[in-house]
């Protein structure tokens, strides 16, 4: 007898909520990242060095729970 076993799981909805991020101020550049997974107060683009801007994205909802994750002014 052969089982047959998918690793494929069906597609489920995650939870999205309003979340602050930062984006890239060149309009050529894609880079973005959550403000809760900012690692310092400089916000800076990795990607291209450019200056980054608060902004919101409906994205899936994350906690980040890393003990070494800090915020200025916390």
Request: hydrophobic fraction near 35%.
């Amino acid at each position: 007898m052969f089982l047959y076993s998918s690793r494929k799981k069906t597609a489920e909805e995650l939870p999205e909520e309003l979340t602050a991020i930062w984006s890239c101020s060149d309009e050529n550049c894609k880079g973005w990242m959550r403000d809760n997974f900012a690692l310092s107060s400089t916000h800076q683009c990795p990607l291209c060095q450019s200056e980054m801007v608060k902004s919101e994205r409906m994205l899936v909802a994350l906690a980040n729970t890393s003990p070494i994750h800090h915020k200025v002014g916390e």
